[in-house]
C-alpha cells in the first residue's frame, strides 16, 4: 500500500496521542492539514488496522481508542472519574491460563479494557 500524506499525518498523530478517538486524531491532524475530513480519518484507521499497524480498543461506552499495534497493555477505566490507567498484560496471565485450560480459549488481553473504581476514588468512598 502507498503512504499517502494523509495516511502518513494520521499515524503520526497516533504515535504523538498514544490513545485518540477518531475525532481526536482529526483534530490533531488538521492542525498541519485543515482540508483533512474525518471520514479520511476513519478510512486511514480502517486500513490501517487491516495492516495491523493500530489496533482500536473500546474504553467505555464512547468512541474506540486507537493506538500503535505494538502498544500493548489492559487499559484500567474508572467508572467514577473516567480516569484510565494501564498494566502490563502479565498482569492477565493466570486469567489465560485459565480460560486456555477450561475453554480452550486464547485470551488477547492487550484488547481489554477493565472497568473498576481508581484508587483516588475508592480512596473518596471510605
Known amino acids: 500500500?502507498?503512504?499517502?500524506?494523509?495516511?502518513?499525518?494520521?499515524?503520526d498523530a497516533i504515535n504523538e496521542l498514544?490513545?485518540?478517538t477518531p475525532e481526536q486524531?482529526?483534530?490533531?491532524?488538521?492542525?498541519?492539514?485543515?482540508t483533512v475530513n474525518i471520514t479520511t480519518v476513519y478510512r486511514t484507521l480502517e486500513l490501517l488496522e487491516r495492516l495491523g499497524v493500530v489496533r482500536h480498543t473500546h474504553l467505555g461506552h464512547g468512541a474506540p481508542v486507537y493506538s500503535l499495534d505494538e502498544h500493548e497493555h489492559v487499559h484500567l477505566v474508572c467508572h467514577r472519574c473516567g480516569?484510565?490507567?494501564?498494566?502490563?498484560?502479565?498482569?492477565?496471565?493466570?486469567?489465560?491460563?485459565a480460560l486456555r485450560a477450561a475453554k480452550n480459549f486464547r485470551?488477547?488481553?492487550s484488547h481489554l479494557?477493565?472497568?473498576g473504581v481508581c484508587g483516588q476514588c475508592g480512596a473518596k468512598e471510605s
Open 83 to 97: 480516569e484510565v490507567d494501564e498494566v502490563p498484560c502479565e498482569a492477565l496471565a493466570d486469567l489465560g491460563r
Open 107 to 109: 485470551l488477547d488481553p
Open 113 to 115: 479494557a477493565l472497568s
Open 25 to 34: 486524531i482529526c483534530a490533531h491532524v488538521r492542525r498541519i492539514t485543515p
Open 1 to 11: 500500500m502507498r503512504m499517502t500524506p494523509q495516511r502518513q499525518l494520521v499515524l
Open 18 to 20: 498514544a490513545h485518540a
